[in-house]
């Protein structure tokens, strides 16, 4: 029969390992971690701006595993601590009821070491995931930014600061772990005082006759798995201390308000490119606005570029067009409809944006120029790359466009990278252009290259540039200035040159003559 148990209780717990296994690694865990990814999709890019990008990362990989130790080593493990003291219970005071109370009278205690505990270690498993979200970032920005850290001998610098985060984190878990120490060799102590009870109590009960010899070895073979399930109680409360403040990490995500959407939104009409903002004021965080009263009226087919110092406002302007955020107050109008009862989707799909530094991915030339429309034909994504320009370079590729790209663009020149973005842009044929200083960081020679490109691309399209250089003003319609959140000037190139303000200031030209 020990045998035959002992097989039994081998298969039950290999059924046990495979059914968990397959409830959590491969269904659970994947489709929460899907979950997260999506709602990080939507998520407004206010709750990028208040969380580091190793926070984020940590909460999708780390913080998601830590469900399956919820639910594996607290959930189920509890049921089965439950019901394992409850048919312990059950055959204890069938021996003997007296004695089974007086042997619980210690859990009191065992309830107010837990409780300690959990006070005692939750603010210490929170502090352990901000560490670890450091480390990460201190990782990532490592590798992402290898060339700068190289190009200036950082090298030393980098290894330090990823050493003193790695070293935090692994003094802050020494400090758990002896928490963690401290706290199961108390609970397995208390729960040894029931074998004190039992052995006083219980053979004063057998001394006056009231239980037999055998029913106290008994009852004492039943206390002592009672107990030892007890001792138990002290992993599955670390096991829920440590799994839920990563699970209140990812629900935090999941919970998170989207404030840009459009429930309610109306169909997306064709847009034909005119552009309004209704005394628009915009703030970051409240107090502090970024746009204030801001006042446009932009015909469709206009080019106008913005001009200002660097916190003037003019990324900001830009972002609430695709409605990237909302304004404070005011109203952003597309062709007479307020952007905030248009569909999302659809509006950003008739709104080409080319940001100064661009973001390839790991992908073809092909699968990065259809980013926003995967079924794309060959022929629309090779249209849309001699718009701009980048047919030529991309056909000279080894594999042509399902040349793969490495992270980031690597292998191809600034130029070259800017012009995919374009071509990504136009392939939607958007009404409307957004460019974010898309030549800051080329050569002159290069930035001619794109700016060919951008005129050809730009023709009927209305187009917002920010820009720095007289060459590119030169080309706009009508150029805004702004200062402090308001717009200053509004002209042409020459008429601005001619007037003392801000326009000659910010270019460096000093008062007009």
């Known amino acids: 029969m020990v045998l035959v148990m002992a097989a039994v209780r081998s298969l039950f717990?290999?059924?046990?390992?495979?059914?968990?296994?397959?409830?959590?690694?491969?269904?659970?865990?994947?489709?929460?971690?899907?979950q997260v990814f999506d709602k990080l999709q939507r998520l407004d890019f206010r709750f990028f701006d208040a969380n580091a990008s190793g926070s984020i990362i940590n909460r999708v990989t780390s913080d998601v595993q830590s469900l399956r130790s919820f639910v594996d080593g607290v959930l189920i493990q509890s049921v089965i601590l439950l019901l394992s003291l409850g048919v312990y219970l059950v055959y204890m005071t069938g021996k003997n009821v007296t004695l089974t109370l007086a042997c619980l009278a210690t859990t009191p205690l065992l309830w107010i070491g837990t409780t300690l505990f959990s006070r005692w270690v939750q603010p210490a498993y929170a502090e352990n995931r901000g560490?670890?979200?450091?480390?990460?970032?201190?990782?990532?920005?490592?590798?992402?930014?290898?060339h700068v850290v190289r190009g200036f001998g950082g090298e030393k610098h980098e290894l330090a600061r990823f050493s003193a985060r790695n070293r935090a984190l692994q003094e802050q878990q020494g400090r758990i772990f002896r928490r963690v120490s401290v706290f199961?060799?108390?609970i397995s102590l208390m729960g040894q005082l029931n074998l004190v009870v039992l052995l006083f109590y219980g053979g004063w009960i057998v001394r006056r006759g009231d239980l037999s010899l055998g029913d106290l070895i008994v009852f004492a073979g039943l206390l002592q798995q009672f107990s030892g399930q007890i001792t138990n109680l002290a992993t599955v409360v670390?096991?829920?201390?440590?799994?839920l403040i990563g699970a209140r990490r990812v629900f935090e995500?999941?919970?998170?308000?989207?404030?840009?959407?459009s429930p309610a939104a109306a169909p997306m009409p064709a847009l034909t490119g005119a552009v309004r903002f209704e005394r628009v004021s915009f703030a970051y965080k409240a107090g502090l606005p970024v746009l204030r009263d801001v006042s446009l009226d932009v015909p469709a087919g206009v080019r106008v570029a913005i001009l200002g110092e660097t916190g003037a406002g003019k990324t900001s302007l830009l972002s609430l067009i695709p409605r990237f955020y909302d304004p404070s107050a005011g109203r952003v109008l597309l062709d007479g409809h307020d952007v905030r009862t248009l569909d999302l989707a659809g509006l950003r799909r008739q709104i080409g944006v080319v940001f100064q530094e661009t973001f390839l991915f790991s992908d073809t030339v092909a699968g990065n120029i259809a980013l926003g429309q995967p079924d794309a034909s060959r022929d629309d994504i090779e249209r849309a790359a001699r718009v701009a320009k980048a047919h030529d370079f991309i056909s000279a590729l080894p594999s042509g466009y399902e040349t793969r790209i490495g992270e980031g663009g690597h292998g191809l020149s600034g130029g070259q990278r800017q012009r995919l973005a374009l071509a990504r842009a136009l392939l939607l044929e958007p009404r409307i252009l957004l460019l974010d200083d898309p030549a800051a960081a080329l050569d002159p020679g290069t930035e001619e290259e794109l700016w060919e490109a951008l005129d050809h691309a730009m023709q009927g399209r209305?187009?917002?540039?920010?820009?720095?250089?007289?060459?590119?003003?030169?080309?706009a319609d009508r150029i805004l200035v702004l200062d402090d959140g308001r717009i200053v000037q509004d002209g042409k190139h020459d008429t601005l040159l001619a007037e003392v303000g801000p326009y000659r200031r910010v270019l460096g030209w000093g008062e007009a003559s």
């Open 131 to 146: 560490l670890a979200d450091n480390l990460v970032l201190a990782l990532s920005e490592g590798v992402q930014g290898i």
């Open 13 to 34: 717990n290999y059924r046990y390992s495979i059914a968990v296994g397959r409830l959590l690694q491969l269904d659970i865990v994947p489709r929460l971690r899907a």
């Open 184 to 186: 199961s060799p108390a």
């Open 253 to 261: 995500v999941m919970d998170a308000p989207i404030s840009v959407q």
């Open 462 to 475: 209305t187009t917002f540039v920010i820009a720095h250089r007289p060459s590119t003003l030169r080309r």
């Open 238 to 243: 670390n096991t829920f201390q440590q799994s």
